[in-house]
């Protein structure tokens, strides 16, 4: 999708929005995000600095990041919390904008933003929720609440706010009330199920071992009403069902999520090599697997 068009109005994303009276910092982590961190950059031009932290990708995205305006920091991964944390502290604002590279403001959320943040830091509302619309197999989906309006803490000051440090799975930890925006936030899902397939792998290796951390019981009881019971919820419940076929199939690899957890959980307490095994199949996330 080489122009993302804003779900509202049809507009390129970011490119109307005027200058902020509130100096902001856009940060993005990334790895190997050639093919979006120019349009995500490009999205927030009321930025103060726009400050990317890679973890060693071996494709163009440092490069475009920086023909985008962005400074590139070189930083190892250090896992999802750990990592955003460590950009916060590159900051020279107090407040923050954190997107992920496949996200990008619409022009109605742009413009929201740079009308609203004085008015959030003058009533000293510390955070703010983008309510971020999900494009999955090339279209927008529009009743899923999984993808849909999903409202994402990604604005805030940084001495009020910082995130969490699991594995994976992080989120932003703060006190008070939040302000929720009503422009869209765009999040392109992964190009293919290939890719979110991968990344499913991928996210599940890191929280299962958290759970082998904590020593989480097995509970095989359970499968089959959690793989059920996490269908039905997003099928029914959270809407799916109104996106037809891609509601179904969302809502299908949420509950196969929920359940490959337990089950590669089952394998490394049954067969303890497996976990090795399963690490080496993901170098990327080497160090966070094997809990440096």
Known sequence: MSALLDSNDGTPSGRNATACAVPVT???ITYNEAANIGACLDSVPFAHEKIVVDSGSDDETAAIARSHGARVISQPWLGFGRQRNFA???ANTEWILFLDADERLSDALAAELTRRLPQLSSESKNVGLLPRTTYFMGRPMRWYRGMQREFKARLYHRDEARWSE???HESLLYQGPAVRFNGALIHLHDP????AQLKALHYAELKVHDWVQR????RVWEWGAVFAGTFMKDY????????GARGWIAAYLAAHYAVYKRLRLYEIYRVPGSRTAGASALPRWRSDLDGE
Request: glycine letters at 0%; proline letters at 8%.
């Open 26 to 28: 856009l940060l993005v």
């Open 88 to 90: 916060a502290k590159l």
């Open 166 to 168: 699991p594995r994976v």
């Open 192 to 195: 293919t199920l290939v890719q």
């Open 215 to 218: 020593r989480r019981p097995l």
């Open 236 to 243: 029914l419940m959270r809407l799916a069902i109104l996106d």
